[in-house]
T-cell receptor
Framework: GAGVSQSPSNKVTEKGKDVELRCDPISGHTALYWYRQSLGQGLEFLIYFQGNSAPDKSGLPSDRFSAERTGGSVSTLTIQRTQQEDSAVYLC??????????????FGDGTRLSIL | KQEVTQIPAALSVPEGENLVLNCSFTDSAIYNLQWFRQDPGKGLTSLLLIQSSQREQTSGRLNASLDKSSGRSTLYIAASQPGDSATYLCAVDGLGFQKLVFGTGTRLLVSP
């Protein structure tokens, strides 16, 4: 498809388990973002990838969270030793990148993560 | 620290009314402001993007204005329709270029 694709759409796991969330951005978009949407905190920025540059991890809430982007395309967000407060919708977005200030971010439908 | 506030939190109107959604932000040093809509269980759909050098953008029945110096933006929806029912979010790149800070949204319900 032409849009940002995220998988799985829903994930239920037990506290303490590790989870991996996947994002497939729009083809040709060099910038990729992860956000988290939770009831208590609204929508929060997590991490930003731009081309081959080192990612901006300034929004990650703890060292249990990490992300990588392979080949400048697909990205995986990993949460280790999940806690109940990690329950949220994790949204991925992509855009044409930092040289295109007039281009919006395009979002996927998100992964709804529930920690039991 | 950039903070974004949206008023009202919820709005219910009959079909056909014109309406205005408000967004304010605390730090005027922004590159862009974006308006999104979010349908239940879905991601965000970009509606309009206003660069900091612009005053407004229009798309169909939607018009967004930006007053950067006062830290305000409005989204005007003309002749509202039931299909406009959704949560509307504004966001500014207050954390640095293209890293968005979101408001808490306005939940809009347009009744037939």
């Amino acid at each position: 498809g032409a849009g940002v694709s995220q998988s799985p759409s829903n994930k239920v796991t037990e506290k303490g388990k590790d989870v991996e969330l996947r994002c497939d951005p729009i083809s040709g978009h060099t910038a990729l973002y992860w956000y988290r949407q939770s009831l208590g905190q609204g929508l929060e920025f997590l991490i930003y990838f731009q081309g081959n540059s080192a990612p901006d991890k300034s929004g990650l809430p703890s060292d249990r969270f990490s992300a990588e982007r392979t080949g400048g395309s697909v990205s995986t967000l990993t949460i280790q030793r999940t806690q109940q407060e990690d329950s949220a919708v994790y949204l991925c977005a992509s855009s044409k990148g930092e040289h295109y200030s007039n281009q919006p971010q395009h979002f996927g439908d998100g992964t709804r993560l529930s920690i039991l | 620290k950039q903070e974004v506030t949206q008023i009202p939190a919820a709005l219910s109107v009959p079909e056909g009314e014109n309406l205005v959604l408000n967004c304010s932000f605390t730090d005027s040093a922004i590159y862009n402001l974006q308006w999104f809509r979010q349908d239940p269980g879905k991601g965000l759909t970009s509606l309009l993007l206003i660069q900091s050098s612009q005053r407004e953008q229009t798309s169909g029945r939607l018009n967004a204005s930006l007053d950067k110096s006062s830290g305000r933006s409005t989204l005007y929806i003309a002749a509202s329709q039931p299909g406009d029912s959704a949560t509307y979010l504004c966001a500014v790149d207050g954390l640095g270029f293209q890293k968005l800070v979101f408001g808490t949204g306005t939940r809009l319900l347009v009744s037939p």
